[in-house]
Each structure stands twice: as structure tokens, then as C-alpha cells.
């Protein structure tokens, strides 16, 4: 399996509008720049998998030269993992696909309710379960891709969800965990043994909403992946920040990076 990480920014992305920190500045250098976090999955037989449609969706898939995808992740209906949807449905009507796209039931709304207006004729909505029915026990087979949703909160009122893949013929597997306050722990039982965990992290400190580094490092310590690897960043968040843990194999992600899983 492969992946590629189209963004790694927070909702705000970085430079972050109307900042002049030395994170964003007036010319943050090229490789600070975060668009807002997607990733795209690829099996050894070809079959790819993309993570929420970010607003620089269209811009992404044309600077890294994606072809087309077959099947589309939604994590949550917040506008820096959804509003890309309009130009990833324009594109999938033009490569005449009919695509899976699936999500919890609240973000298929958020979806119809936004972009729906005219049919949504490239796309297939497939809502998920129950938020309790969700940990585990739905899978959805794309290809040889195995997709597991597994619900997390973010924040004390909302969810999100995350999605554990599994190549079904090696038998690979990774975790992307983003926008979420805490794993729980039927989620981190259903990680354990997870070769690439993927985790969003926005602030240093804790946060309501999302995880913290200092949480990041327990969920490592715990889960002991092959390789972790931290996304969905705001301005706060710098790569010696993510060395400074000092834990091995944990990495701040790059617009653009490729991983062999
Ligand atoms: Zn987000
Ligand atoms: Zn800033
Ligand atoms: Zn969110």
C-alpha cells in the first residue's frame, strides 16, 4: 500500500490568513505551507482510496497528478474536510465513474444539503450506521482495499470518523485518526498493530476538539506502530516541535509526501 498526503493543515491551513507568526510570516518558505489535510490511499494492485475532500481539492489532484480514485472517505462535515466535494464530483462526472462515497449520516446531510441542489449523479452516498454500531462493525470492501469506520469524538458535542484500511492481500493496515479530542479505547483496540497510524494533532496544548501532542505521545507509546505520522497541523505545530518528542519513527507529515505503508 501507498499513500500520499495531499494536505496536512488545520481548518485555517498554513500560512493561516492574516497571521504574521513565523510559522505563516509574509514568505513562509515553501515547505511550511499546509493546504487542508486529504490523503490518498493506493493498494499494489491499484486501487486508490481518498480521505475527505479538502478545499484545495482541485489544486491537489492537479499538482500531484492524481488520475482518478474509487471510492471516497468522508471523516466529518466540517468545511476544511468537505468543501472540495464540488471539483471531486465535477471530476468524477467527467471520468463518466460512479463512485462510493461513505460517511456518517450527518455528513451526507451537510453534503446534499450543500452540493446537492442538482443531483449528485457521480457519486454514490453510503451512510454509515449508528455512531454506536459504528466501531467495527461495518467494513466496506473497495477493490482488495478493506475500509473500517470507527467513530471518534471531536469535542464534547460532535464526531468524527476514522477509518482503519487493510490491503486484504498482504494484510497491511493503517489508521487515520484525525479531528478527534480522545481515542477510545474499543478504537485503540481495533488499531493495535497498525503498520502507519496517521493522527491529526492541531495544537501543542490541550484542546477541546482535537488531540494534543502530549496525546499523541500516549496513543504511540500504547499502540507502538511501525510509523506514526501527525497531519492536519495549524501554524503552532513546527517539525522540530514533533522531533522535540523524542519519540522514534514519529514524524510531522509534508504537503505532497509519499509513503510506501
Ligand atoms: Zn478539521
Ligand atoms: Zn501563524
Ligand atoms: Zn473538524
Redesign the pocket.
Same mark, same amino acid.
Given at each position: 500500500m501507498k499513500v500520499v498526503f495531499l494536505g496536512t493543515g488545520a481548518?485555517a491551513g498554513v500560512p493561516k490568513l492574516g497571521c504574521g507568526c513565523a510559522s505563516c510570516g509574509s514568505r513562509p518558505a515553501r515547505g511550511r505551507r499546509r493546504r487542508r489535510s486529504s490523503l490518498l490511499v493506493t493498494s499494489c494492485s491499484g486501487v486508490s482510496v481518498l480521505i475527505d475532500t479538502a478545499p484545495e481539492l482541485r489544486e491537489q489532484v492537479l499538482r500531484l497528478g492524481i488520475v482518478t480514485v474509487d471510492a471516497l472517505l468522508l471523516?466529518?462535515g466540517?468545511p476544511? =474536510?468537505i468543501l472540495g466535494f464540488y471539483d471531486f464530483h465535477t471530476w468524477m462526472k467527467r471520468m463518466a465513474r460512479r463512485v462510493p462515497v461513505i460517511a456518517d449520516s450527518k455528513t451526507i446531510g451537510v453534503i446534499t444539503t450543500v452540493f446537492g441542489v442538482g443531483g449528485l449523479p457521480a457519486v454514490d452516498l453510503i451512510p454509515l450506521g449508528a455512531l454506536e454500531e459504528v466501531s467495527g462493525s461495518q467494513v466496506f470492501d473497495i477493490g482488495d482495499v478493506r475500509a473500517m469506520p470507527m467513530s471518534v469524538p471531536?469535542?464534547p458535542k460532535?464526531a468524527?470518523v476514522a477509518y482503519m484500511l487493510e490491503e486484504r492481500g498482504s494484510g497491511e493496515r493503517l489508521g487515520y485518526v484525525?479531528?478527534c479530542s480522545v481515542v477510545p479505547a474499543e478504537v485503540m483496540r481495533q488499531l493495535e498493530g497498525v503498520r502507519l497510524l496517521v493522527l491529526g494533532v492541531v495544537k501543542k496544548g490541550p484542546d477541546e476538539? =482535537?488531540l494534543s501532542l502530549e496525546r499523541v505521545t500516549d496513543i504511540v507509546r500504547q499502540l507502538r506502530p511501525k510509523r506514526t505520522i501527525l497531519t492536519h497541523m495549524s501554524h503552532e505545530i513546527t517539525g522540530s516541535d514533533v522531533k522535540g518528542l523524542g519519540l522514534r519513527n514519529v514524524r510531522a507529515a509534508e504537503d505532497g509526501l509519499r509513503i510506501k505503508v
Open positions: 481548518s471523516t466529518h466540517h476544511d =474536510h471531536h469535542g460532535e468524527s484525525t479531528d476538539c =482535537h
